[in-house]
């Protein structure tokens, strides 16, 4: 898959935000499933590897749908389709996106052939947005909905960390300071004019991001 660079996401923060184990992670680097795919060289010409921001949003997709249970290898091919056919994962172009379930397979038409039927072995229609849904349910692009209106990620903002909307403050150094001072009144004093509770909306978020993680089912590619 061709993403252009955008951002440098270690593998602990892609675990941390995408919310999948690392052991995970590393298993779908080493089977080819997704792979980091930015490289930098620094000045003492050490080069350091990562992920970028699309690889992050495609990785967390991947995790939703292996909570489905659903075939990988057909998972893999349906997120490298809607790339192609919309670009980079965001709300607009993808959250519309329909594709097609029979039984624990996903598939989609060509983009030249795009359509909003498919006709199962028994003669079923079987079409359902699935990336809607996900986004819908637990955002699929990294801030879940509930978080989204005071927490975004921005790869032009602290090189891509999640920050409180419109500024420049980390929502990871919110947390520290909230185990510091315990009052989010005195942060809000602190951090003024962000408001009490967009601070601790940013406080709740990287408290969920620490959450234990759902047990994805053992990966098993089919073939057809």
Not at 186 to 191: G, N, S, V
């Amino acid at each position: 898959m061709s993403i252009k660079w955008e951002g440098l996401y270690s593998s602990r923060q892609v675990s941390r935000l995408a919310h999948i184990p690392l052991r995970t992670l590393y298993h779908w680097k080493e089977r080819g499933i997704i792979s980091p795919s930015v490289r930098v060289i620094d000045s003492s010409g050490k080069a350091e590897e990562g992920y970028s921001y699309s690889d992050l949003a495609i990785i967390k997709l991947l995790r939703s749908l292996r909570v489905k249970r659903l075939n990988l290898r057909s998972v893999i091919a349906i997120l490298r389709h809607l790339y192609d056919r919309f670009g980079e994962p965001n709300t607009s172009g993808w959250a519309n996106a329909h594709v097609y379930i029979e039984g624990k397979n996903v598939f989609a038409k060509k983009p030249d052939n795009w359509d909003t039927t498919l006709a199962t072995r028994h003669g079923q229609k079987a079409e359902m947005s699935v990336l809607g849904e996900l986004i819908e349910e637990e955002g699929a692009l990294v801030v879940p909905r509930e978080f989204s209106n005071y927490v975004e990620i921005n790869i032009d903002v602290m090189e891509g960390l999640p920050v409180v909307k419109d500024t420049r403050v980390p929502t990871y150094m919110l947390e520290i300071m909230s185990r510091k001072y315990g009052n989010i009144d005195t942060l809000a004093k602190l951090y003024s004019p962000i408001p009490a509770n967009t601070i601790q909306k940013a406080i709740d978020f990287e408290r969920s991001l620490d959450k234990p993680t759902e047990k994805l089912s053992k990966i098993r590619i089919a073939t057809r």
